[in-house]
Nanobody, 119 residues
Framework: QVQLVGSGGGLVQPGGSLRLSCAAS????????MSWYRQAPGKERDLVES??????NYADSVKRRFTITRDNAKNRVSLQMNSLKPEDTAVYYC??????????????WGQGTQVTVSS
């Protein structure tokens, strides 16, 4: 059974920090590009950051504030979120994408974790 279990969301004041974590199981984690997406009410689901085995890339809106890391030994990907702003408020989703090497059907989503930035 494929599982992506996201955690770490919550309520934080502007300027604060949170660390999101996604625990993966049931698939070959190291073969997948891992990403964090977010979706605010009424908005499209957008890519925040992604990471392969050799590099990470970042959306312009979170550059210099968020950092994505992965631990292949533990099948886990994390998102360290610093200097949070109200506009970061969204549901954050963990994504695993193996389509490049394994096929279009090898894409999985976590359940989402709510991040609310408010004073």
């Amino acid at each position: 059974q494929v599982q992506l279990v996201g955690s770490g969301g919550g309520l934080v004041q502007p300027g604060g920090s949170l660390r999101l974590s996604c625990a993966a199981s049931g698939f070959m984690f190291s073969r997948y590009k891992m990403s964090w997406y977010r979706q605010a009410p009424g908005k499209e689901r957008d890519l925040v950051e992604s990471i392969t085995s050799s590099y990470a890339n970042y959306a312009d809106s979170v550059k210099r504030r968020f950092t994505i890391t992965r631990d292949n030994a533990k099948n886990r990907v994390s998102l360290q979120m610093n200097s949070l702003k109200p506009e970061d408020t969204a549901v954050y989703y963990c994504n695993a994408d193996g389509s490049r090497y394994l096929g279009v059907e090898y894409v999985y989503w976590g359940q989402g974790t709510q991040v609310t930035v408010s004073s």
